[in-house]
């Protein structure tokens, strides 16, 4: 089941949800501003580690907070500068973030489990290979963007049951940072 490890080289692509993934997750709320914004534990490294093995390493993103008018594009971009700012302080890189403003209720919205934000980052990085990529994240949407964009998906656990099956299942980052048989 989880053969595809072996294959990971620097052709590989990799796709991470945010909020809960690399940050806390405010659950019933929205990370609004940055002081709201608090790494996970060991985040940065795992991310250091990735920098090392993925050709490009993309955050996929619903934030619903803008559709809800709760924040704007503008403090968005500011926790992401900020976010990419640490992260790169730590050794490692985001590529590039795609996040999506929509309500979850608009019709044909770019929402996640919607393929939408992987085929914009296709049309950025004609190279991606879909079935080279991952995606990690701790929902169900998530898992099944991954798998509406034909990847490799991989489920953090978190607090909550999330009943959906994944490729692998992960307690954090670094976890599955160690599984790629790196120098740590």
Known sequence: MNDFLKDID?????????DGVINRRIYGGYVSSWKEFEFLPEVKN????????FKYIFIITNQQGIGKGLMSETNLAQIHSNMISEIELAGGRITKIYHCPDLAQKPDNCRKPSPFMAQKA???FPVIDFQKSIMIGDSKSDILFGKNSNMYTVLQ????????????????????????NVNV
């Open 10 to 18: 620097s052709s590989w692509c990799l796709f991470l949800d945010r």
């Open 46 to 53: 795992a991310l250091r580690i990735f920098s090392g093995v």
């Open 122 to 124: 296709k049309v950025d």
């Open 157 to 180: 656990k978190t607090s909550e049951d999330v009943n959906i099956t994944a490729n692998m299942k992960i307690n954090n980052l670094l976890e599955f940072a160690k599984m790629l």
